[in-house]
């Protein structure tokens, strides 16, 4: 059985996740205790889990959006909802049949198939309540490896969306899809939980949260050999590994293992830094940040070349070397 503590916990500090993980419940016959109703468009639970605690759900009597409750499967459809017609009508880029053909695609879960449908902190789910999925919020970089937790292990990618309504992503598509869900949200949706430009929602089924420890916890990449196996012979790669080789052979003689290599001239001080990074990846840092040095006429490698290599990639220095 998922530990949901632990689970969030490790979502927070190798996730590097926005607030507390959030976990999503669908209740089919009734709504459990200790959570309380909102009079919210019910997208907004994910914030109110995420950035309040808050134990919350919605339901036909409790909400604020006639879209959500729509796409929950809650209550009817109104005709202009169905049709796409509250977007053509009430703006001036949307087309009748651009939001027709949106909405005809955007998915809702069977009607009366749920009660209501609750959010709570992953970490402070009450006892007994079943988790459907979880939702996280965080940047690009950091839902690579949260949203490819079920790809190393299967070989099955993720299913992605653009533009639709949140609430049918959030709600709906994670049971038709089977599958974890990768999506920026509509415009509501992101105003609604208060979105930053840099921050997208991976939804995570719980069938498949037991992979999240396998890919953040044991992040390992040997660089040295994938460069081996995938770098043609006239890459500088091989120029400079013999190159690098032949003068640590020079230095400490010959059969002995090299361990970590560094062809440019670093500060001790950079290299310390560069030592941090989790075990498996430190080859791979160190041939990046000398790549990026080269790139940029860098003839010496310091603290601040590796700062501002981390900026260019929207990370920082803290990501960059897994540090809590």
Known sequence: MTDL???????????KVRGKPVAMSLFRD?????????QDEPCSIVHRAMDEGKKV?????HHDCLVGTYH?????????????EYLSKTTSFFSYEG????????????PGM????????????????????IVVV????????????RMVQEGILPYGSFGTSLCGELFATPWYEKNIVVTFGDFGGRMNNRIKQDELFVIIPIEFADYLPK???DLRLDANAAYELTKPPSSPFWQKKDKASKQYAGETGAGESPGLTFTMEWEEDAKELIKKAPEGIIDFAVNSAEEFAREKGYTKITKKVLAEQMQEMGMDLEDMLGEQ
């Open 5 to 15: 503590k632990s689970l969030s916990q490790i979502l927070i500090t190798k996730g």
């Open 30 to 38: 009734r709504i459990p205790e200790g959570y309380e109703p909102i």
């Open 57 to 61: 759900y919605f339901d036909a009597e």
């Open 72 to 84: 929950a499967g809650m209550i009817p459809g109104k005709k202009e909802i169905v049709s796409g």
């Open 99 to 110: 939001a027709a053909r949106l909405k005809a695609g955007t998915r809702g879960l069977p």
């Open 114 to 133: 749920v009660k209501a449908i609750g959010a709570a902190p992953l970490d402070d789910v009450p006892e007994g309540v079943p988790v459907d999925w």
């Open 138 to 149: 965080c940047n690009p970089h950091n839902a690579n490896p949260i949203a490819g937790c």
């Open 215 to 217: 890919i953040l916890l």
